[in-house]
Antibody, heavy 118, light 108 residues
Framework: QVQLLQSGPGLVKPSETLSLTCNVS????????WSWIRQPAGKGLEWIGR???????NYNPSLKSRVSLSLDTSKNQFSLRLTSVTAADTAVYYC????????????WGQGTMVTVSS | EIVLTQSPGTLSLSPGERATLSCRAS???????LAWYQQKPGQAPRLLIY???NRATGIPDRFSGSGSGTDFTLTISRLDPEDFAGYYC?????????FGGGTKVEIK
């Protein structure tokens, strides 16, 4: 059974860097795309970006200048870094398996509530 | 960027009734690369439909998707109490990937 388990701090100070990790169990990270999505409280979903097994990335233009994704095949995990955060980055962050053109996101992490506040 | 507009914003229905949710795209979706998700409070979204009309694994057959081009529909044939939740459409054929604003199905 495939599971995504997220980890990372729930509180980040303004102007600092948000870092989250998604540990994958039950499937090798050496296939598929791996995406991050976020959702401010009471609002809709926003795709942040994805990384492919080769290391190639796609980012949402709205966040591109501040986002970087990476993957660690030895640990079967992938990570998100978002720099220069503000209160507008406060949201629940999800990782998900991204099947590209096959079927979207079929397995999601549990979500991490990240609050940007001093 | 493809903008997805969902309507209505809120749908008030009773258990056993039929729910019809709409998702309209600002551009034609190539090969109907459209998915629907269900989200309950405090939970991650769950994939219901992909390719506009294909049910994901384990999804009951009361959920069905239809449509093509720019207009898509999610139908719940008979609402079960567990179906009262938020629903989002998403296109995955064009970058950036985008979601609709959501429809909340609430108990009348």
């Amino acid at each position: 059974q495939v599971q995504l388990l997220q980890s990372g701090p729930g509180l980040v100070k303004p102007s600092e860097t948000l870092s989250l990790t998604c540990n994958v169990s039950g499937r090798s990270i050496s296939s598929y795309y791996w995406s991050w999505i976020r959702q401010p409280a009471g609002k809709g979903l926003e795709w942040i970006g994805r990384i492919y097994t080769s290391g190639s990335t796609n980012y949402n233009p709205s966040l591109k200048s501040r986002v970087s994704l990476s993957l660690d095949t030895s640990k079967n995990q992938f990570s998100l870094r978002l720099t220069s955060v503000t209160a507008a980055d406060t949201a629940v962050y999800y990782c998900a398996i991204d099947h590209g053109l096959l079927r979207g996101f079929d397995i999601w992490g549990q979500g991490t509530m990240v609050t940007v506040s001093s | 960027e493809i903008v997805l507009t969902q309507s209505p914003g809120t749908l008030s229905l009773s258990p056993g009734e039929r729910a019809t949710l709409s998702c309209r795209a600002s551009q034609i979706l190539t090969s109907n690369y459209l998915a629907w998700y269900q989200q309950k409070p405090g939970q991650a979204p769950r994939l219901l439909i992909y390719g506009a009309s294909n049910r994901a694994t384990g999804i009951p057959d009361r959920f069905s998707g239809s449509g093509s081009g720019t207009d898509f529909t999610l139908t719940i044939s008979r609402l079960d109490p567990e179906d009262f939740a938020g629903y989002y459409c998403q296109q995955y054929g064009s970058l950036p990937l985008t979601f609709g604003g959501g429809t909340k199905v609430e108990i009348k």
